[in-house]
């Protein structure tokens, strides 16, 4: 069973119904017993960085959450805010996150662009593939949804892997042991997101 974190935000029904479509067991979960029984994870979020750790604090998923993914090496997926709250700090907020991948999230800065643009990034990008992950099977040359003004630095560069342009290339999806995250919204981007939600459910 894939279970999907509820504690207030992010597009949870959107991810249920993809899952539901391609005949994989799925489960909102907002208890902690209930995350424990999970074979697989997706943290989705939106909204500000220390907002989503509030939320997630409060919930009383977090011990649940760490027990999951840190001691019994569950897959998880993180999504958007989701994926930032993974790393270790943000420059959008105060509060610590998750320390699950070693990186920090910075915020794009617009007077070192190359093109003239606006926060936050809004749209369709084409993502480039570091390498070869099982993650991104079938999605050589794929596009997705973005929204974010702030994106994930790891300190190694091993743990990136896929980045995408927006008058400066930054990481579009991380990988580092079973901790997955993508910047941007599969459950938003069509054929290309389903593809990667199935492959995350097939790893």
């Known amino acids: 069973m894939i279970a999907l974190v509820d504690y207030g935000l ?13 005949n994989i067991p799925v489960a909102i979960v907002d208890r902690p017993g209930d995350l424990l029984k999970a074979r697989k994870i997706i ?12 939320q997630l604090n409060r ?5 649940a959450l ?20 993974m790393a270790l700090r943000s420059e959008e907020g105060e509060l610590a996150g998750l320390g699950w991948i070693d990186a920090e999230v910075l915020r794009f800065d617009i007077a070192t662009l190359r093109q003239q643009t606006q926060l936050p990034h809004m749209g369709w990008n084409h993502v480039r593939l ?6 991104f099977q079938q999605l050589d ?7 974010h003004s702030y994106f994930m630095q790891p300190t190694d560069p091993a743990d990136t892997l896929a980045v995408a342009d927006y008058g400066v290339e930054f990481t579009a999806a991380v990988g580092s042991g079973n901790v997955y995250g993508t910047q ?13 939600l199935q492959n995350f459910a097939e790893l």
């Open 184 to 196: 941007f919204h599969p459950e938003k981007s069509h054929a290309w997101g389903i593809r990667l």
């Open 66 to 85: 760490d027990l999951q993914v840190r001691d019994r090496k569950v897959d998880v997926l993180g999504v958007c805010v989701g994926m930032q709250m």
């Open 10 to 22: 992010g597009n949870i029904r959107a991810f249920a119904n993809i899952y539901r479509q391609l």
């Open 59 to 63: 919930s009383g998923l977090r011990d």
């Open 130 to 135: 570091i390498g070869e992950n099982p993650l």
């Open 141 to 147: 040359d794929s596009q997705f949804y973005f929204l």
């Open 43 to 54: 943290l989705p979020g939106v909204g500000a960085f220390d907002w989503a750790m509030e």
